[in-house]
T-cell receptor
Framework: KAGVTQTPRYLIKTRGQQVTLSCSPI?????VSWYQQTPGQGLQFLFE???????NKGNFPGRFSGRQFSNSRSEMNVSTLELGDSALYLC??????????????FGSGTRLTVV | DQQVKQNSPSLSVQEGRISILNCDYT??????FLWYKKYPAEGPTFLIS?????DKNEDGRFTVFLNKSAKHLSLHIVPSQPGDSAVYFC????????????FGGGTRLMVKP
């Protein structure tokens, strides 16, 4: 079966611009979460969506936002990009929240570089 | 404040021997613990998990031990294989927090042939 698909794989943006990243979960999965991985801060939770509703949010500024569509696909948006936003952005999906992250599967990520 | 810590950034082990990766946590609300393996430019891959009501879980060559009183967990890989070389992350989920995982900083495991 198809895994979690993230697009694009690589992206270069300029400071001050905005960016939208996309995540298509595994078929049947309705929970989608986003993480940021940087060398300095490691893997950090951004937010989680289930049934088009944000369930949890990590400690990130309001420039980071997301949404989930009725087909469970999710997008995250970062506005007014800063150099420190350069990171690997990972999406993960599962059937539903909780259950000890049962079936929680990560995509390969989008590598964002801000110049 | 790092709630999940992996104090060893790297570990080198000979093929066939045991690899032991350690993880400490501070939040007593963590209910579930997981280990992931990650290669560069790929997402983490789930290895094994353990609920806070257990102290051990095994899956093939991988065993996770949980010591709640010490707030410590470890991953044992026996025997280690060169294909196990990767970065290993431990992660924890608080009670009633959906899939909000808190990750440790990772340990790079190198298994030498």
């Amino acid at each position: 079966k198809a895994g979690v698909t993230q697009t694009p794989r690589y992206l270069i943006k300029t400071r001050g611009q905005q960016v939208t990243l996309s995540c298509s979960p595994i078929s049947g999965h309705r929970s989608v979460s986003w993480y940021q991985q940087t060398p300095g801060q490691g893997l950090q939770f951004l937010f989680e969506y289930f049934s088009e509703t944000q369930r949890n949010k990590g400690n990130f500024p309001g420039r980071f936002s997301g949404r989930q569509f009725s087909n469970s696909r999710s997008e995250m948006n970062v506005s007014t990009l800063e150099l420190g936003d350069s990171a690997l952005y990972l999406c993960a999906s599962s059937f539903s929240p909780g259950q000890g992250a049962y079936g929680y599967t990560f995509g390969s990520g989008t590598r964002l570089t801000v110049v | 404040d790092q709630q999940v810590k992996q104090n060893s950034p790297s570990l080198s082990v000979q093929e066939g021997r045991i690899s032991i990766l350690n993880c400490d946590y501070t939040n007593s609300m963590f209910d579930y613990f997981l280990w992931y393996k990650k290669y560069p430019a790929e997402g983490p891959t789930f290895l094994i998990s353990i609920s806070s009501i257990k102290d051990k879980n095994e899956d093939g060559r991988f065993t996770v031990f949980l010591n709640k009183s010490a707030k410590h967990l470890s991953l044992h890989i026996v025997p280690s294989q060169p294909g196990d070389s990767a970065v290993y992350f431990c992660a924890a989920i608080p009670n009633n927090a959906g899939n909000m995982l808190t990750f440790g900083g990772g340990t790079r495991l190198m298994v030498k042939p």
